[in-house]
């Protein structure tokens, strides 16, 4: 299995619409637009992330194919990072490899990421990549219809 990061393709956005729809996914990573069926939604808020120059956003690619995304963006005066992997690339490295990849490619520091406290997976990578909690919030979260908690993790 050869994994690598790549620009992101207009095909890309298709695939990363599918990956939404997946409600254990949405459910796992604790977020999702109010309306998630919204194509119109979703394609406003890839428009702005991939038109934004201060954003740097890949294509996560498993052997020829869209396995999900994983980009950084301002938040303020931080780096903030965040990443999606179709649930059928979950458990077999793909996430990790691919953050690994990131990471070389994105050294400004420090870079943040949120994560749900639940969300044990994407916990242990950015964890085992130095990543430490700085915080937690409270936030609400469409995909649960619940205020869940947000750890608040940095890397220096």
């Known amino acids: 299995m050869e994994i690598t990061l790549r620009d992101v393709e207009s095909a890309d956005l298709d695939e990363f619409f599918r990956f939404q729809q997946d409600a254990d ?11 998630p069926k919204d194509r119109s ?10 038109n934004d120059e201060k954003s740097l956003v890949r294509t996560i690619d498993v052997d020829g194919q869209a396995a999900g995304s994983i ?5 303020g005066d931080t780096h ?27 050294q400004k520091r420090p870079l943040r990421a949120r994560v749900v406290v639940d969300n044990v997976g994407s916990l242990k990578i950015l964890e085992s990549r130095g990543f430490t909690e700085i915080g937690e919030e409270q936030v609400f ?8 908690t947000e750890k608040l993790l940095e890397l220096r």
Not at 26 to 32: E, L, V
Not at 71 to 75: P, T
Not at 96 to 102: G, H, K, R, V, Y
């Open 25 to 35: 996914a949405a459910h796992m990573a604790g977020f999702a637009p109010t309306n």
């Open 41 to 50: 939604i979703f394609d406003h808020h890839w428009g702005e992330l991939l």
């Open 71 to 75: 980009a950084v963006f301002r938040d």
């Open 80 to 106: 903030e990072v965040m990443f999606w992997t179709d649930k059928r690339f979950w458990d077999k490295g793909v996430t990790t490899t691919a953050f690994d990849l990131f990471l070389e490619e994105f």
């Open 141 to 148: 979260s469409n995909a649960r219809a619940e205020v869940v």
